[in-house]
């Protein structure tokens, strides 16, 4: 799908998180910009979450409190591979019994992440302003519930914060 408007991601995003269950685990790559962060935070807002959610960059992981379940918010740029994941702990979250965990830049810790997710590619389009955006269940993530995200984009006209 297209997106020209940063509105239209955070109304995707907004859905998502609407439809997020505990234990579930998101990876969101892309380029530097191309709205990883925009996406997850409209994904919180739809788990419920008040209040800012900044990126993850410096402190790789900020955990945030929805109405139903937390929202584990991996940024994994800055880190050197799996064994760095594993030496800080972190790979407990992932995925999280008591909530759902995004994850910006998974390849930087490819072998820590789980066989079943869900993959959102999102990619600058060809006239460098709108972003393509690619959602793929893996290893047996629920695709029936990656239709139902998009049924509900379909009738979703607002992003919550407009």
């Known amino acids: 799908m297209v997106f020209t408007t940063e509105k239209e991601t955070q109304r995707l995003g907004y859905c998502l998180g609407r439809c997020l269950r505990a234990g579930d685990v998101v990876?969101?790559?892309?380029?530097?910009?191309?709205?990883?962060s925009v996406l997850t935070r409209a994904a919180a807002r739809g788990l419920g979450v008040e209040g800012p959610v900044p990126s993850p960059t410096f402190t790789i992981l900020n955990i945030h409190e929805g109405h139903e379940i937390r929202l584990y918010h991996f940024d994994l740029y800055r880190i050197e591979g799996e064994d760095a994941l594993y030496e800080m702990g972190?790979?407990?979250y992932i995925p999280a019994q008591d909530g759902?965990?995004?994850i910006e830049w998974p390849q930087m810790a490819q072998e820590a992440?789980?066989?079943e997710h869900?993959?959102?590619?999102?990619?600058?389009?060809?006239d460098g302003m709108a972003r393509e955006l690619t959602l793929t269940p893996m290893g047996g993530f629920d695709?029936?519930?990656?239709q139902h995200v998009l049924k509900?984009?379909?009738?979703?006209?607002?992003y919550p914060d407009d």
């Open 152 to 158: 509900m984009l379909e009738d979703c006209d607002e």
């Open 143 to 146: 695709a029936a519930r990656v």
């Open 118 to 126: 869900l993959s959102i590619d999102i990619r600058y389009a060809q």
């Open 113 to 115: 992440m789980p066989e």
């Open 27 to 36: 990876l969101l790559t892309g380029e530097m910009g191309a709205g990883k």
């Open 100 to 102: 759902a965990s995004l």
């Open 90 to 92: 972190l790979e407990e």
